[in-house]
């Protein structure tokens, strides 16, 4: 029995507990769990303290992420630049928002710099650490600092929440979804009238 106890240890527990990491620290995961009507206060990139309760009555696309990120922050919003593209007026109805999980780099004029260059449509967010860190906490994202100095990397989930006019989660897309499906999915979600 107890050679059995070692094999199950080393074959399920093992592996079970790497991919456990591994969903973590790649960021495609998530340790916290979203609530159901997220909150937040924090600083539009034109620098006005903005809280959910601006969004009420539109649809709210968030993405959490950073402005020094090598890849998966650029191509998450390209693709949902391209998915609002695709949309076209029906993308009046949804307030697109990227918020930083960098606030200590990422300062509104930096925030309003990098959204406009992938669509006018989106909105960055910013705020203090603790008001990042609440924000985070209630859609369920995670972040992880990396590295020292000015030479740093953060870790972070990678998905976009889709919230309701009436402030509750409807959706959740993962990273590397295409523009293509992106722009269906929120579509049908959204609606048309
Ligand atoms: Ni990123």
């Known amino acids: 029995m107890k050679s059995w106890g070692a094999w199950v240890a080393a074959l399920v527990v093992a592996p079970f507990l790497v991919w456990i990491q591994y969903q973590t620290f790649t960021g495609h995961g998530q340790s916290v769990k979203p ?34 990120c090598p890849d998966v922050c650029p191509t998450s919003l390209s693709t949902q630049a391209q998915a609002l593209d695709r949309l076209g007026p029906a993308a009046d109805r949804l307030e697109p928002v990227m918020v930083t999980i960098d606030p200590q ?7 309003a710099e990098y959204v406009r260059s992938f669509s006018p449509r989106i909105r960055g967010l910013t705020g203090t650490p603790a008001q990042i860190e609440q924000a985070a906490k209630q859609f369920g994202v995670i972040y992880t600092k990396h590295g020292d100095g000015d030479d740093y990397v953060m870790d972070h989930s990678a998905f976009t929440v889709l919230i309701g006019p009436d402030g509750k989660r409807l959706e959740q897309f993962p990273h590397g979804i295409s523009a293509e499906t992106l722009a269906e999915r929120l579509q049908r979600l959204i609606g048309t009238s």
């Not at 780099?105 to 925030?111: F, G, H, L, Q, S």
């Open 105 to 111: 780099r990422d300062t509104a004029p930096i925030m």
């Open 35 to 68: 609530v159901e009507s997220p909150t937040f206060t924090l600083l539009d990139h034109q620098g006005r303290s903005v809280t959910e309760a601006d969004f009420k009555g539109r649809f709210l696309l968030v993405y959490f992420g950073y402005t020094y």
